[in-house]
Antibody, heavy 129, light 109 residues
Framework: QVQLQESGPGLVKSSGTLSLTCAVSGVSISSGDWWTWVRQSPGKGLEWIGEIFHGESPTYDPSLKSRVSISIDKPKNQFSLILNSVTAADTAIYYC??????????????????????WGTGSTVTVSS | SSELTQDPAVSVALGQTVRITCQGASLTTYYATWYQQKPGQAPVLVFYGRDNRPSGVPDRFSGSRSGDTASLTITGAQAEDEADYYCNSRDTSGHHGVIFGGGTKLTVL
């Protein structure tokens, strides 16, 4: 049973660097699925930050791409998020999640879908001035 | 990049049927995935793909797709179904990452 747990500082100074780690248990992080970060600002909806697949380059949301980095630490079975030059707009709950892909095939045509089946409990990060 | 559009709020009488929709061009390529989020909790997967419901999710939750619109239907809504619901898919016009709808707040009357 896959479990995820975020950890990191709850308070980051404006213009500083946000750093979070997601510990993975119950499956190897090189299992063949994606690992992703999602955030939720107070009172707002879910915002995808980026994802990583073991052995491949990460993919990021274009609006954050210049400030974000996601990496995998295979020996520790965890993955991390770094967000630079933070502002108050980066204050949010940060979730890590396990992202999988499935497909439904009919008459040699397959339609894919992506789903986050396991989520961490979330890590609240406040950016202070 | 692609967008997914959801109605901000929907209400349903207890025991009645409600449909929550998600519209976007990427849904002609990918099936939508649906999450339920209650206050103070992490999102929970409730429906994905053409016809997949995770273990533990009541069978009153079902999903469908027509053209560029995906729907999550709750047949016989219960008080505990009151929550925010989000759809997601893959972007098909830019970064090819994940995209989320803005969310629908479901109120059970």
């Amino acid at each position: 049973q896959v479990q995820l747990q975020e950890s990191g500082p709850g308070l980051v100074k404006s213009s500083g660097t946000l750093s979070l780690t997601c510990a993975v248990s119950g499956v190897s992080i090189s299992s063949g699925d994606w690992w992703t970060w999602v955030r939720q600002s107070p009172g707002k909806g879910l915002e995808w930050i980026g994802e990583i697949f073991h052995g491949e380059s990460p993919t990021y949301d274009p609006s954050l791409k210049s400030r974000v980095s996601i990496s995998i630490d295979k020996p520790k079975n965890q993955f991390s998020l770094i967000l630079n030059s933070v502002t108050a707009a980066d204050t949010a709950i940060y979730y890590c999640a396990h992202l999988r892909r499935g497909s439904h095939c009919s008459r040699a045509t397959c339609t894919y879908y992506y789903y986050m089946d396991v989520w961490g409990t979330g890590s609240t990060v406040t950016v202070s001035s | 990049s692609s967008e997914l559009t959801q109605d901000p709020a929907v209400s349903v009488a207890l025991g009645q049927t409600v449909r929550i929709t998600c519209q976007g061009a990427s849904l002609t390529t990918y099936y939508a995935t649906w999450y339920q989020q209650k206050p103070g909790q992490a999102p929970v997967l409730v429906f994905y793909g053409r016809d997949n419901r995770p273990s533990g999710v009541p069978d009153r939750f079902s999903g469908s797709r027509s053209g560029d619109t995906a729907s999550l239907t709750i047949t016989g809504a219960q008080a505990e179904d009151e929550a925010d619901y989000y759809c997601n898919s893959r972007d098909t016009s830019g970064h090819h990452g994940v995209i989320f709808g803005g969310g629908t707040k479901l109120t059970v009357l």
